[in-house]
């Protein structure tokens, strides 16, 4: 049962360009959202977070956006550099819970 | 503050042995959560911990799989017998009550069941 989905298994874009990785959820009481980053050979690392009383947060190149109405959040890198290149795990949790993650998304910025 | 720590990085095995995976988490952490990476379904939670104690395992696949937090700063994971379906990254978490930005996770174990 994948309360969290990332349908893009892979996404490649250009240097200096607009990266977007999208995630959706089933689970109407998840009200934190996560996105993580991993390197191969390392644990995911945690990126930006959203409150789900937020519909944006941002911190410096990387914002994250909700849409609560949609059960949709997405990912936006700008611009991207080549050092992104990385998986991308979406995350949710519903009241200090257990964290879901979805299968990832593997990001590769081109130079 | 070293992380969590994860041992083996990596582990061969044949299928039908037993095989144990370990974790220590941050000091101070009362969350421990144990997730499974595969390639179909990204990271699953298997298990978690909450002060020592199994709040959630309904992510263990069979009962071939065991979790233990005998002490704060320690916990195994355990297949027995394990099949080559088992075969995928393991990792570990931990993290402080109401730190919802704060889990922490090792570097994995890689688990190759031959």
């Known amino acids: 049962d994948q309360q969290v989905k990332q349908n893009s298994p892979s996404l490649s874009v250009q240097e200096g360009r607009i990266s977007i990785l999208n995630c959706d959820y089933t689970?109407?009481?998840?009200?934190?959202f996560l996105w993580y980053k991993k390197y191969p050979a390392e644990g995911p690392t945690f990126l930006i977070s959203i409150s789900s009383i937020k519909d944006k947060n941002e911190d410096g190149r990387f914002t994250v956006f909700l849409n609560k109405s949609a059960k949709h959040l997405s990912l936006h890198i700008v611009p991207s550099q080549p050092g992104d290149s990385a998986v991308y795990f979406c995350?949710?949790?519903?009241?200090?819970?257990?964290?879901?993650f979805g299968a990832g998304t593997r990001l590769t910025v081109k130079p | 503050d070293a992380g969590v720590i994860q041992s083996p990085r990596h582990e061969v095995t044949e299928m039908g042995q037993e095989v144990t995976l370990r974790c220590k988490p941050i000091?101070?952490?009362?969350?421990l959560f144990w997730y499974r990476q595969t390639m179909m379904r990204g990271l699953e939670l298997l298990i978690y911990?909450?002060?020592?104690?199994?709040?959630?395992d309904s992510g263990m696949p069979e009962d071939r799989f065991s979790a233990k937090m005998p002490n704060a700063s320690f916990s195994t994971l355990k297949i027995q017998p394990s099949e080559p379906r088992d075969s995928a990254v393991y990792f570990c978490a931990s993290s402080l009550r109401g730190q919802r930005d704060g889990y922490t996770f090792g570097s994995g174990t890689r688990l190759t069941v031959v």
């Open positions: 000091s101070g952490h009362d969350y």
């Open positions: 911990f909450n002060n020592n104690v199994p709040i959630d």
């Open positions: 689970n109407s009481m998840f009200d934190y």
């Open positions: 995350a949710a949790s519903a009241l200090n819970n257990d964290m879901r």
